[in-house]
Nanobody, 131 residues
Framework: VQLVESGGASVQSGGSLRLSCAVS????????MGWFRQVPGKEREGVATIDPDGITTYTDSVKGRFTISQDNAKHTLYLQMSSLKPEDTAMYYCAVTEVYSMTAIHALGGVMTFLRDYGDWGQGTQVTVSS
């Protein structure tokens, strides 16, 4: 599986960006995907996920501002970000992992945790928000 993120840029506070993640070589019949972000010296943080049924989850700090979506026909994952804040500055990564059992995934801590621990990753795209 290969994932290529794009759309990162430098914007001012309050601005908007749409990140894209193009996925190739995906042979999973069922999978979940998500966006994570990381700043130097800190752990990678889950931002948003989407499961095989289209159910989405968001970390509290981005709820109401970010929207995750996917175009299955184009094998592309998106993250629409609005009302950006300086604290959103980070390298943003997308991830994908095969799903065998959503019950098992929830037992292991949920989609975000499962993606973080078992996902395939892209190289990232930088988002910088200035005040």
């Amino acid at each position: 599986v290969q994932l290529v993120e794009s759309g990162g840029a430098s914007v001012q506070s309050g601005g908007s960006l749409r990140l894209s993640c193009a996925v190739s070589g995906l042979t999973y019949s069922s999978y979940c995907m998500g966006w994570f972000r990381q700043v130097p010296g800190k752990e990678r943080e889950g931002v948003a996920t989407i499961d095989p049924d289209g159910i989405t989850t968001y970390t509290d700090s981005v709820k109401g501002r970010f929207t995750i979506s996917q175009d299955n026909a184009k094998h592309t994952l998106y993250l629409q970000m609005s009302s950006l804040k300086p604290e959103d500055t980070a390298m943003y990564y997308c991830a994908v992992t095969e799903v065998y059992s959503m019950t098992a995934i929830h037992a292991l801590g949920g989609v975000m945790t499962f993606l973080r621990d078992y996902g395939d990753w892209g190289q990232g795209t930088q988002v910088t928000v200035s005040s």
